[in-house]
């Protein structure tokens, strides 16, 4: 079984205009969390 964290180190991280998504691989599986803000990513992000 293999481990990751979105937390510690993400595999990949995108970013766009109003956020970003930190991507962690697992075998055949991708997971996400992604940032949402009216201001780009910063202290008044939304976390999904």
Do not use: C, W
């Amino acid at each position: 079984m293999k481990k990751n964290s979105l937390d510690s180190s993400p595999d990949e991280t995108r970013t766009f205009e109003k956020g970003k998504v930190d991507l962690v691989n697992l075998g055949e599986i991708t997971i996400g969390r992604g940032y949402l803000s009216p201001d780009g990513v910063g202290k008044n992000a939304l976390n999904l």
